[in-house]
T-cell receptor, first 115, second 114 residues
Framework: AQSVTQLGSHVSVSEGALVLLRCNYS??????LFWYVQYPNQGLQLLLK??????LVKGINGFEAEFKKSETSFHLTKPSAHMSDAAEYFCAVSTLDTGRRALTFGSGTRLQVQP | GAVVSQHPSWVICKSGTSVKIECRSLDFQATTMFWYRQFPKQSLMLMAT?????????EQGVEKDKFLINHASLTLSTLTVTSAHPEDSSFYIC??????????FGPGTRLTVT
């Protein structure tokens, strides 16, 4: 079985400040990890993903995440927050464990950006 | 990237009626689609996995007779909420499986049952 824990349901930062959204996963097999962003009343947009290879993954809108196997973490960062980054962010994991390719989502983190 | 559409984006229905939600992959063929449910300010919960040409696989606790899923073609999956009740009001999101275990999500359908 796999699971995802997102620490902090709400994160507030000032515009221009560093954004750090935390994600830890649990998986008995090598995971595929994803970060999605959701704006109000919309579906999910993929920010970035880790499958294999380089552990530092760069995504859209200046976001990046680093896969740390020893810490079972996949934290999302952005050096400088923009007002348009305010949204809900979901970390998700998928494995070959069941072969179903289903995603297991974390509970989400709402990012607020203060002017 | 791949585009997935959902129709309708918003629907209100009376209790006891049925509602059909369509999910289409517009520019690629999806042998597998997923249906999720999201309550306000909560995460997405997988309801079922829809495979083209075969019966859907439902998650534990999801009533298959209430949430009918049909995946008749490689670009279309439908979710029908039968005999809807107010507790079925939710945001329903579909996704289509791409490569590398990536999923492309539709914009969601907000269902309100009065």
């Amino acid at each position: 079985a796999q699971s995802v824990t997102q620490l902090g349901s709400h994160v507030s930062v000032s515009e221009g400040a560093l954004v750090l959204l935390r994600c830890n996963y649990s998986s008995s097999v090598p995971p595929y990890l994803f970060w999605y962003v959701q704006y109000p009343n919309q579906g999910l947009q993929l920010l970035l993903k880790y499958t294999t290879g380089a552990t530092l993954v760069k995504g859209i809108n200046g976001f990046e995440a680093e896969f740390k196997k020893s810490e079972t973490s996949f934290h999302l960062t952005k050096p400088s927050a923009h007002m348009s980054d305010a949204a809900e962010y979901f970390c998700a994991v998928s494995t070959l464990d069941t072969g179903r390719r289903a995603l297991t989502f974390g509970s989400g983190t709402r990012l607020q950006v203060q002017p | 990237g791949a585009v997935v559409s959902q129709h309708p984006s918003w629907v209100i229905c009376k209790s006891g009626t049925s509602v059909k939600i369509e999910c289409r992959s517009l520019d690629f063929q999806a042998t597998t689609m997923f249906w999720y449910r999201q309550f306000p300010k909560q995460s997405l919960m997988l309801m079922a996995t829809s495979n083209e040409g075969s019966k859907a696989t439902y998650e534990q606790g999801v009533e298959k007779d209430k949430f009918l899923i049909n995946h008749a073609s490689l670009t279309l999956s439908t979710l029908t909420v039968t005999s809807a009740h107010p507790e079925d009001s939710s945001f329903y999101i579909c996704s289509a499986a791409g490569t590398a275990y990536e999923q492309y999500f539709g914009p969601g359908t907000r269902l309100t049952v009065t």
